[in-house]
């Protein structure tokens, strides 16, 4: 593969000489939505190994991705040299672990199918990553709100029962769960959107802010509120020097208190019960009971990755499903052993991701740390690490935090030695 250019502190493999096609494109984009649920189903459908129309889709979209992934890395011309970094290794180290808790799953054919799903997440994002650049990967993840975003609005008129919930009161939410979440995407598309350095029209952005906004706003998802806000936060203390961004940022964080001291909270929880947010829905208590059920029964492997919440979480609330909380999903799910390597990978990515803000920050690795800011309140209290979006995007910046890295240093590296051409070799002291 022909060495990258460097242009302006982003790494242009961003702006690579082999841009991705239609497909490739498309592709991205069935991994990134799931693909989308489309119907309700029964949990213990997937334990039995129930096979319908929809289950089918996912298995014919990631053989696909499977077959992408060996096309790209050994048949296409030239081929991509795969060279993984430490958060890689610890990833697929991750998928190992948790492999093994196949043979301790009271549904094994589900988890083996949620361990293969996440070995072709973590593939996938590092060959796009690698062979068609960063940038292309995030507007990709940008392209990919944008649609789904649509989507749930075309949803809400057309087919209101595929993203209205019931709340607390009786009320309807748009949450748009089986075809993705409002909350999730609205929140993903601003901040990329928002971070972009990429020239397009005022319409456009006006347009994207007006999608994003609103199904933010009506999604009525308190932890993206929370997420976006941060952001913004972050922005302002720093940010690259993105015009659209520090002025919305600046505007925002002015007309949140404002909205506060307005009644918006008061109006907020005619619809959300205000004590749910120190149960976290009842989260809080399913959690406990799934690492207790772990703790007993199979403490250093788990109870199966994914099926341990279908299996035990219906015994303590049949209403939540899932663990939701992919903390919890994996110690319950791959016990302590794979918990502990999943920390490990959590942890080199915050250092890693936050270590940029320390240089030069560009649009690009600020949109990477904007990202991991917002996917960790979603994957802590929900959201999958594979077929979703916010885990999707999770593999999408362990692929390409190292990158932006790798960057930086090439970047001294040529700096320094254009310095030393310039001003010639350092003159011996004297004496020598």
Not at 314 to 343: C, D, K, Q, R, W
Not at 359 to 368: G, K, L, Y
Not at 389 to 397: D, Y
Request: contains cysteine.
């Amino acid at each position: 593969m022909p060495s990258p250019k460097f242009d302006n502190g982003d790494i242009t493999v961003t702006e690579s000489v082999y841009p991705p096609s239609i497909l490739d494109k498309l592709l991205f984009f069935l991994l990134f939505s799931g693909p989308p649920k489309f119907r309700l189903r029964d949990p213990n459908d997937s334990l039995d190994s129930l096979i319908d129309w929809v289950v089918i889709l996912h298995a014919v979209v990631w053989t696909l991705a499977g077959l992408w992934i060996v096309s790209k890395v050994w048949l296409s011309k030239p081929r991509l040299e795969l060279r993984f970094s430490s958060l890689e290794k610890l990833s697929l180290l991750l998928v190992g672990c948790l492999s093994v808790s196949i043979f301790f799953s009271e549904g094994p054919a589900l988890t083996a199918f949620k361990v293969y799903q996440l070995l072709a997440s973590i593939l996938f994002a590092s060959v796009y990553s690698r062979r068609f650049g960063v940038r292309a990967s995030l507007d990709a993840i940008l392209f990919g709100s944008a649609v789904l975003c649509v989507a749930d609005v075309i949803a809400a008129f057309v087919a209101p029962d595929m993203v209205f919930v019931e709340s607390e009161f009786g009320s309807l939410r748009f949450r748009g769960d089986l075809i993705a979440q409002t909350g999730v995407v609205g929140t993903l598309g601003l901040v990329l959107l928002l971070s972009s350095d990429r020239r397009r029209s005022w319409l456009t952005v006006t347009a994207g802010i007006a999608l994003f906004g609103s199904v933010l706003l009506f999604s009525l998802m308190r932890t993206s509120y929370i997420a976006f806000a941060v952001f913004l936060l972050l922005a302002l203390w720093k940010a690259p020097e993105i015009k659209l961004l520090k002025r919305v940022a600046r505007w925002a964080l002015l007309i949140l208190p404002l909205a506060v001291v307005g009644g918006a909270l008061a109006q907020l929880e005619e619809y959300r019960a205000a004590e749910s947010i120190w149960s976290l829905s009842d989260r809080v208590g399913l959690w406990s009971y799934l690492i207790d059920k772990m703790w007993a029964k199979s403490p250093w492997f788990g109870l199966g990755y994914f099926s341990a919440s279908r299996v035990y979480g219906p015994e303590y609330n049949v209403g939540l499903g899932t663990a939701h909380s992919v903390f919890v999903e994996v110690l319950s799910g791959g016990g302590v052993v794979s918990f502990t390597i999943f920390m490990a990978v959590w942890g080199l990515l915050f250092f890693s991701t936050f270590r940029l803000l320390r240089q030069p920050v560009s649009a690009t690795s600020f949109a990477a740390v904007g990202l991991l800011v917002v996917i960790t309140s979603f994957i802590f209290i929900g959201a999958e690490l594979e077929s979703d979006p916010a885990g999707f995007t999770l593999w999408i910046l362990v692929a390409s935090v190292p990158l932006l890295w790798q960057q930086k240093v090439n970047e001294k590296v040529v700096s320094r030695s254009k310095l030393t051409m310039s001003t010639g070799p350092s003159p011996l002291p004297h004496g020598i």
